[in-house]
């Protein structure tokens, strides 16, 4: 496949397996957690949140004491900053929000960095990930520069990789789904894909290096924009799969959850199938000199320009509604199931989603993010608001939040279906959110196993197929051969269970292990 500006060489591939994504999926793809700028690896800011303005309040205002912040996450029990002083080191701070104290803080480097990235998180592993840099006297490129992870409990240092020369003005962000990506920014540079180690790199030659900007990465793909074209390249491989002739002008593409790529360019948004690249709809924001954000809500695509917010439906890209802003509003837009949360030079507002009215502000704006503790964070200058949206809405009172329930179907406002069992798996639809299952799949790992069972009767993970990663799948080992799933020898005689169950031995027999030798 040719283009005229992407340079496109050959893939360097290590063979490294596809790691399985063991999360939760809801309908935008994404485990409900904010993990990163933007939320998730779609880059749609939401979170299946359903609140009442009612609630809100700010219970933390604070500075740091690292400079400028960047947009902050709270995960875990616990607040993850960056930022920098003007010509001062960046740095990385971590807090318990529950008291408020510091846990640990790092300087980045051993000197004064040009940039630093917010961080993101994963779950898995705890560790928090970002991009730092710094340059010799005052270049406008970056001279080294490194990605980063830092342990969340007690701030250790692995550095994953290190690149040099890229723009001062270059801003990448360590994305992560199941492998971990990065752009290295450079004019010649490359989209990479790593674990522990190196799992692939895309050589792409970048028009505009100073300007460009972020991935997107579901399930399949990732999509990079690149202007004048958006690059699709498979994600487990890295080989490129197709492009589309249009890249957005903020040039971050956004995955609206249901197999589109939203791209926007000037007043210009357009919709693309992720997987065929067909065109579905184009709109066009008459008296709109730029498009500044695009963020996606439960069945809406929002839109943030010069002094408005547009809500586009995700079908047809028909303007919904718009919602008039007193000022010029920043870039920035986060949205929950009830709120999309939006800020001008100096109040963020949040927009009630049903009446299209602001029903909230504050007197302050700056970087918004938000969090599955129920908290919507505000990074202005050196200082960070924090915005407790008070209790999870419950409309029922059955123990499930309303959010869970319209996601699988149930009925906010019934509280008998928490003690129902949809998909006859043993496990009640309250037992089945407080165990992150499927209520609507009896064998959420498909490993053979009802998930009721793996929780009441033999101790596994309903979301872990091999507890105990000996190779054979936690059903097999039980209804197949009768070894332990939460031990790779069951039978503790030095031989591992999947050796034996290749090699025709019993792997609950302990007496076969000398016959073998």
């Known amino acids: 496949m040719k283009t005229s500006v992407l340079c496109i060489a050959f893939q360097l591939l290590t063979g490294v397996a596809l790691l399985?994504?063991?999360?939760?999926?809801?309908?935008?793809?994404?485990?409900?957690?904010?993990?990163?700028?933007?939320?998730?690896?779609?880059?749609?800011?939401?979170?299946?949140?359903?609140?009442?303005?009612?609630?809100?309040?700010?219970?933390w205002t604070f500075d740091p004491g690292i400079g400028t912040l960047n947009a902050a996450i709270a995960t875990e029990g616990k607040l993850i900053i960056t930022g920098q002083p003007l010509g001062g080191k960046g740095s990385i701070k971590v807090f318990e929000l529950a008291n408020r104290q510091p846990v640990w803080s790092s300087e980045i480097s051993s000197r004064s960095s040009n940039s630093i990235s917010s961080p993101s998180f994963q779950h898995h592993n705890g560790q928090a990930y970002l991009f730092y840099g710094y340059s010799n006297g005052g270049?406008?490129?970056?001279?080294?520069?490194?990605?980063?992870?830092?342990?969340?409990?007690?701030?250790?240092?692995?550095?994953?990789?290190?690149?040099?020369?890229?723009?001062?003005?270059?801003?990448?962000?360590?994305?992560?789904?199941d492998y971990l990506f990065y752009n290295n920014g450079r004019e010649f540079g490359a989209l990479n894909a790593f674990t522990d180690d190196p799992v692939w790199s895309f050589p792409v030659f970048i028009m505009y290096p100073e300007s460009q900007g972020r991935m997107a990465v579901d399930r399949d793909f990732l999509y990079f924009s690149?202007?004048?074209?958006?690059?699709?390249?498979?994600?487990?491989?890295?080989?490129?799969?197709?492009?589309?002739?249009?890249?957005?002008?903020?040039?971050?593409?956004?995955?609206?959850?249901?197999?589109?790529?939203?791209?926007?360019?000037?007043?210009?948004?357009?919709?693309?199938?992720?997987?065929?690249?067909?065109?579905?709809?184009?709109?066009?924001?008459?008296?709109?000199?730029?498009?500044?954000?695009?963020?996606?809500g439960n069945k809406l695509v929002l839109v943030i320009t010069d002094n408005k917010l547009y809500a586009l439906s995700p079908s047809d890209g028909s303007i919904l509604w718009h919602w008039q802003c007193p000022a010029s509003m920043s870039d920035q837009i986060v949205v929950t199931d009830t709120h999309a949360?939006?800020?001008?030079?100096?109040?963020?507002?949040?927009?009630?989603?049903?009446?299209?009215?602001?029903?909230w502000s504050h007197p302050v704006s700056g970087k918004l993010a938000l969090s599955d503790m129920n908290l919507l964070l505000i990074s202005?200058?050196?200082?960070?608001?924090?915005?407790?949206?008070?209790?999870?809405?419950?409309?029922?009172?059955?123990g499930i939040p309303d959010w869970w329930e319209d996601q699988y179907g149930l009925n906010s406002e019934d509280p008998s279906d928490a003690a129902q069992d949809n998909d006859s798996d043993n496990l009640s639809n309250l037992?089945?959110?407080?165990?992150?299952?499927?209520?609507?799949?009896?064998?959420?790992?498909?490993?053979?196993?009802?998930?009721?069972?793996?929780?009441?009767?033999?101790?596994?993970?309903?979301?872990?197929?091999?507890?105990?990663?000996?190779?054979?799948?936690?059903?097999?080992?039980?209804?197949?051969?009768?070894?332990?799933?939460?031990?790779?020898?069951?039978?503790?005689?030095?031989?591992?269970d999947l050796f034996e169950v290749d090699n025709q031995l019993n792997p609950s027999d302990p007496t076969d292990a000398e016959q073998d030798r």
């Open 139 to 177: 270049r406008q490129w970056i001279s080294q520069a490194r990605i980063s992870s830092f342990d969340i409990n007690n701030g250790s240092e692995t550095i994953l990789t290190s690149f040099s020369d890229i723009p001062v003005r270059f801003d990448t962000l360590p994305l992560h789904y």
């Open 226 to 296: 690149n202007d004048p074209k958006t690059v699709i390249v498979e994600r487990a491989t890295g080989m490129l799969q197709a492009h589309i002739d249009f890249a957005g002008n903020d040039l971050t593409p956004v995955l609206d959850g249901a197999g589109n790529l939203i791209l926007s360019r000037y007043n210009d948004i357009r919709s693309y199938s992720a997987h065929t690249q067909q065109q579905n709809w184009t709109q066009r924001l008459s008296g709109v000199s730029s498009i500044q954000k695009v963020a996606i």
């Open 341 to 359: 949360f939006v800020s001008s030079y100096n109040t963020t507002y949040a927009i009630d989603l049903k009446t299209h009215q602001d029903v």
């Open 380 to 398: 202005q200058g050196s200082e960070l608001i924090v915005v407790d949206f008070g209790v999870e809405a419950d409309s029922d009172n059955d």
């Open 20 to 59: 399985a994504t063991g999360s939760v999926s809801h309908a935008f793809g994404y485990m409900p957690s904010w993990t990163m700028y933007q939320g998730n690896p779609g880059n749609t800011g939401y979170l299946p949140l359903r609140l009442n303005e009612r609630f809100f309040q700010v219970t």
């Open 431 to 496: 037992d089945e959110y407080r165990n992150d299952t499927n209520p609507s799949v009896s064998d959420t790992d498909q490993d053979g196993l009802l998930d009721g069972d793996e929780i009441h009767q033999h101790a596994t993970d309903p979301l872990n197929s091999d507890c105990d990663n000996d190779g054979l799948s936690d059903g097999d080992e039980i209804n197949l051969h009768g070894s332990n799933p939460l031990s790779g020898d069951s039978d503790s005689d030095q031989l591992p």
